[in-house]
């Protein structure tokens, strides 16, 4: 029940985020200050959580994180469609399911559960760098 509630909490703060980025690229239809990586990032860190949420049969939270992959892959595709470079957050998106997989093979659900509670930093960091 508290993992559940945790992880219900931390996905309500992910999603958080997500909101004036998105109303930002609606309003404005300009990309300028909102990173493709962080969006990229965001994508694969919370299809991470999804995978592991289920690993571990937390059923409750597993509605929000999905919603959560939703919002960062909306974002994304606004940020192409606006003309935002694309190229480099793929690639550095998939350097980050490389890594989570490695994680992941090396250190069990355990490790990647370890990881994923610090991977936060990663995700946020382009956005930080960008602003």
Do not use: E, H
Not at 16 to 23: F, Y
Not at 96 to 106: E, K, Q, R
């Amino acid at each position: 029940m508290v993992a559940n509630v945790a992880i219900i909490a931390a996905t309500v703060l992910a999603a958080s985020a997500l909101v004036p980025q998105v109303i930002k690229l609606v309003r404005t239809q300009n990309p300028d200050g909102v990173s493709a990586t962080w969006a990229a990032f965001g994508i694969v860190t919370n299809a991470t959580w999804t995978l592991y949420l289920t690993s571990q049969a937390l059923w409750l939270a597993l509605p929000s994180v999905i919603m959560v992959v939703a919002g960062y892959a909306v974002t994304f595709v606004l940020l192409y469609r606006l003309g935002a470079r694309t190229g480099t957050p793929v690639s550095l998106g998939i350097a980050w399911i490389c890594t989570l997989a490695a994680v992941a093979a090396s250190g069990g659900w355990t490790g990647l559960g370890t990881v994923l509670g610090f991977s936060y930093a990663v995700q946020v960091a382009p956005g930080v760098w960008t602003a």
